[in-house]
C-alpha cells in the first residue's frame, strides 16, 4: 500500500512528465512547420487529398440520396432510413477488412490493382461518410419538406425547382454537415491502415502516422502530429465560418 505521501510523489512525477512531453510535443510541432519538413508536407499533403476526394465522391452520392429520402415517399422508406442509419455506425475496420478483401489479388477487383494505394482509401473513407451525409442531409431537407410542402402544392411549384428552393434554403445546414463528413475522413485511421497499409511515400496520412509513432514510443511527435492535424481541422471550419458570414452578408446587406 502506498502512504500519501508516496501517492502525491507519484502524481507529481506523471503531472511533470506530462508536461514534459507536451511541451517537447509543442515545441516539435512548431518546428516541423516552421521549417516546412518535407515529410511531413507529403504527409499533410495526401491527407488531405485522399480526405477532400472521399468528400467530393460522398457529396456526390450522399446528397441526391438525403434529397430523394427528404424529400420523396416510396415504399420501404423506413427500412431504407433504417438501413442508412444502421450504416452510420459500421465499424471503421469493418468497412477496412470488406474493402481489403474485394481489392485483394484474389478478390472481385483484385486485377485493378488498387490495394495499398490512396485509391483504395478513398473508396474506404467514401464508404465510411456517404451514409453520415446522406442521413443528416434527408433530416434537413425533410423538414424544410414539411413545412413548405403544401405552399409548394398549392403554387403548383415543380419537383426540381422545390428541390433547389430547399438546397438553397438550407445550404448552411448542408456545409455543417459536409464539414461533419469532412471530419470522419480526416479522422479515420482503421479502415485506411488496413487498405492502405501506412506505406511511407505512398499511403502514410496524419492519423497513421501518428499511430504509428506511438506505437514506436515516440510519444512527443506523435502527439506534435495530432497537434498539427487539430490545427488543420480547425482551419477547415474557420474557412467555413468565413464563407458563411460572406454568403450572409450578401443575402442580407450585412
Given at each position: 500500500?502506498?502512504?500519501l ?5 507519484l ?12 511541451t ?9 512547420i516552421?521549417?516546412?519538413?518535407a515529410d511531413?508536407?507529403?504527409i499533410?499533403?495526401l491527407s ?5 476526394s ?5 457529396c456526390?452520392?450522399g446528397?441526391?440520396?438525403?434529397a430523394?429520402?427528404?424529400?420523396r415517399?416510396?415504399a420501404f422508406?423506413n ?6 442509419t ?9 468497412v477496412?477488412?470488406i ?11 483484385g486485377?485493378l490493382e488498387?490495394?495499398y494505394t ?8 467514401v464508404i465510411?461518410i456517404?451514409?453520415?451525409?446522406a ?7 425533410e423538414?424544410?419538406?414539411?413545412e413548405?410542402?403544401?405552399l409548394?402544392?398549392s403554387?403548383?411549384?415543380?419537383p426540381?425547382?422545390?428541390l433547389?428552393t430547399?438546397?438553397?434554403e ?5 456545409l455543417t454537415v459536409?464539414?461533419?463528413g469532412?471530419?470522419r475522413a480526416i ?5 485506411v491502415?488496413i ?11 496524419m492519423t497513421t502516422a501518428?499511430a ?17 492535424l487539430?490545427?488543420?481541422a480547425?482551419?477547415v471550419?474557420f474557412?467555413?465560418q468565413?464563407a458563411?458570414?460572406?454568403?450572409s452578408v450578401q443575402?442580407?446587406?450585412g
Amino acid at each position: 500500500m502506498f502512504s500519501l505521501k508516496d501517492q502525491n510523489v507519484l502524481i507529481d512525477e506523471i503531472k511533470h512528465t506530462f508536461m514534459s512531453i507536451f511541451t517537447e510535443a509543442i515545441t516539435t510541432a512548431f518546428s516541423l512547420i516552421v521549417n516546412v519538413d518535407a515529410d511531413l508536407m507529403e504527409i499533410i499533403g495526401l491527407s488531405m487529398k485522399v480526405s477532400l476526394s472521399a468528400l467530393l465522391i460522398a457529396c456526390f452520392f450522399g446528397l441526391p440520396i438525403g434529397a430523394l429520402m427528404g424529400t420523396r415517399d416510396f415504399a420501404f422508406k423506413n427500412t431504407a432510413r433504417g438501413i442508412l442509419t444502421a450504416l452510420m455506425g459500421v465499424p471503421p475496420v469493418v468497412v477496412g477488412l470488406i474493402v481489403y478483401l474485394y481489392l485483394s489479388r484474389s478478390g472481385l477487383f483484385g486485377a485493378l490493382e488498387l490495394l495499398y494505394t490512396p485509391s483504395a482509401m478513398i473508396i474506404a473513407q467514401v464508404i465510411l461518410i456517404t451514409p453520415i451525409i446522406a442521413a443528416l442531409s434527408s433530416q434537413i431537407l425533410e423538414d424544410l419538406h414539411e413545412e413548405y410542402r403544401d405552399l409548394f402544392t398549392s403554387l403548383v411549384v415543380p419537383p426540381p425547382k422545390a428541390l433547389l428552393t430547399y438546397l438553397i434554403e438550407a445550404r448552411y445546414s448542408l456545409l455543417t454537415v459536409i464539414l461533419a463528413g469532412f471530419g470522419r475522413a480526416i479522422s479515420e485511421v482503421g479502415a485506411v491502415m488496413i487498405v492502405g497499409g501506412n506505406i511511407d511515400h505512398l499511403t502514410r496520412v496524419m492519423t497513421t502516422a501518428i499511430a504509428l509513432e506511438t506505437s514506436k514510443g515516440e510519444l512527443a511527435l506523435a502527439l506534435a502530429l495530432g497537434l498539427i492535424l487539430l490545427i488543420l481541422a480547425l482551419i477547415v471550419n474557420f474557412a467555413a465560418q468565413q464563407a458563411k458570414s460572406l454568403l450572409s452578408v450578401q443575402r442580407y446587406g450585412g
